[in-house]
């Protein structure tokens, strides 16, 4: 029997792409899913909480459905960076982040938290600073007034995806006094509905050149596979980890063998 069977799970994004891919993964290990989206979910799910992420008064009406306990939250939905930027930063940060802290209650004992962020924060150490101020922030409006007030040199996508990652980091500890674990998932290029908004913001050269080192974009079972591992109890020991998924390419960009793309 699966690990997963019997437990239920929380997951964004499940209406396409890779949150579609893992919400069907859970399905098959017989675990339960309800989707938070504001699409129908494209998977036979057990329950759908219609929600925008860009909208905080949104979220605490969707988790005031919520009814738990929750063996965890998959946090894969997102939005590319031909989006204005405070939506970049609304869907894929503040709202990440104010669900997330907003069902903590409804999450069971040894519950797992997986954040999808991307190759794209490479650098975040460069802008640490930056990520812990705007992370220092109490509330939702809180953080979209401090990003109005200190904008970000370069696409928002890539600061959105920066902060995402250092949050997964930073909450480690403070989720494990709680009895629970929180982990990124890094993907590279992935063969999505939104990898053309991803080519126009990113450059389709860039991307192409990606696809042509390593044969072949990811699948968005590629990266579902590993955002159910971190989900199930064979990652126990796993916590604040951003565990890279591109097929190799951050590798060899990181070690000098190939220079970083400019996105």
Known sequence: MSSLAGKHFLVTGAASGIGAATARRLLDAGAEVTSLDRHDPSVPVHRHIPVDLSDPAGIDDA?????????GLLN????????PADVVLAVNVLGLRHLTESVLGFLAPGASIVVVSSTAGYNWPERLDAIKELLATDTFADGAAWFAAHPQKG???????????????TMGVAVKEMGFRINAVLPGPVETPILADFEESMGKENLDGVKELLGRHADPEDIADPIVFLASPESRWINGHALVVDGGISGVVLTGLVPAPEI
């Open 63 to 71: 988790v005031a459905r919520l009814a738990g306990p929750y063996d």
């Open 76 to 83: 894969v939905a997102g939005v590319p960076g031909t989006a």
């Open 155 to 169: 696409n928002a996508y890539n600061f959105s995806k920066e902060v995402a990652t250092v949050y997964a980091m």
